[in-house]
């Protein structure tokens, strides 16, 4: 190549030269948070107050990322204040916050950019544009950054992305330096003072924290604490997932067939239902449910409504089985 | 030189100053991005790599010694992630570079280690991906001062005022960028050419 003797003029003819497209701006504002709270963990770790530093950390950091997102946002197409979620559901306990202006939680109501949800002793439940549901356990404190992004400050939440909408792009979740991204799942995220822990009830979920990346599948579980994070196994089903049901608006069940109700049983209660025969399952497709359950766990809805309808059901393993109502193996 | 201002910023992040990791994220995320998605050819994989390279550079702050510049460190440790990424997902799409050729990445690493001579190792056709390898790996002071004055046309006083140092400091610093930049770019660029005849 031949270039000139001056080397100001070199310099500059090849610096103007066209090269690879600038790093997205949003791809930096989704790393950063946990590179900062890797960082943040290590340069306090020669210090004694280590833990201090860390709590410190985790609290300008929820504002940070907070901030850094809603910037993000406003950097994107979309239009600022435009909704990113409608509330299904909002206990009267319920805040939500925008601009500094606090009211109480509104069923059907728009939710912005920005929007602080504090849960106090209520649940709440929302949709976003995109139809990923998130339902939020009592006091919990979250801030819907961007339609795929939040930060939760405390407390705890159920994300479905089963009913997603459009192009497949995953919700994150930050909580204290972790992002968690769903991966076409349904999951649970709970955040105390001692650790994080995500519970995957189906699909499958990317935790990302300052100690590297893990996956969990159905059945998993992640907790990440300040000394690390860890794998086990967690249930699917049972009465540590009641409060999800509790946290939405119930199903208007009233008139509609069996089935209906059987598939919303099995999604909220995490656990299949099948009928002990096909004949039993034919008689009663067209089976019409009449009752409230407003209020019932999976497992006291099916006790309510089975009866009704001549059946009754036992549980065996992780699988609810439905049979007649005279069945003796059925639960009285 | 340069290997002080990062020893310095690095000193600055272990005693927690936020400033300097906001530096360190400017400057180095970009630059590792790049570096990681010219190989896995995927920008979502690039970015979560990067994530977990920058995470295990930044607990791991102290083992880095300076022989090498913090840009070549965290390269190593990225070229690793990809590796074990390539692993776990029984994946094989890094792509082969140039830039990685023995040559070219000696001359690359030694842009920081010998303080200004740049590398080697591109197709010659490809001038703008040399420039922009010999940009990421030279100093990001370096690197800073020359697109100010070179694409943005700032004058001296502004670039000072900019790198908080008095007219004189600057105007010799982007003299030692110029050069460095020249030589690097000639190494490299050599270098691309000796890989591709």
Known sequence: MNRPDDSDAMVRGLLRQPRPAAVDAARAARVRPAVHAAWKEAAGGTRHWK?????AAAAVLVFAIGLMLVNRLREQ????????????FATSEVVFQHDGQARAGRVGEALVPGTRITTNSGRAAIVLENGVELRFDSNT???LDTERSMSLASGALYLDSSRRTGAPETVAIVARGTVIRDIGTRYEVRLSDQELRVRVRDGRVEVLSAFGMREAESGGQLSVTSSGIRSGRASISGADWDWIVRATRPPQLEGRPLPEFLAWAEREGGRPIRFADPALERANTATIVYGAIERLTVEEALDVVLPSCGLARFTDGDVITIVAADDPRGVK | MHNGSERELVRRMLDGDENAFDEFFADYFPRLFRFAVLRLRDQDAAEDLVQISLIAG????????GEATLFTWLCTICRREIAAWEKRTSRRITVSLAEDDPGIRAALESIGAAAEAPDAGLARADTGRIVQLVLDHLPPRYSRALEWKYLEDLSVDDIAARLQCTPKAAESLLTRARDAFRDAF????SAANEVTS
């Open chain 1, 77 to 88: 197409a979309a239009p600022v204040g435009a909704p990113l979620a409608s509330t299904l």
């Open chain 2, 186 to 189: 000639a190494a490299v660029e």
């Open chain 1, 51 to 55: 833990r201090a530093i860390a709590l």
């Open chain 1, 141 to 143: 404190d979250i801030t």
């Open chain 2, 58 to 65: 930044v607990r791991n702050l102290r083992s880095w010694r």
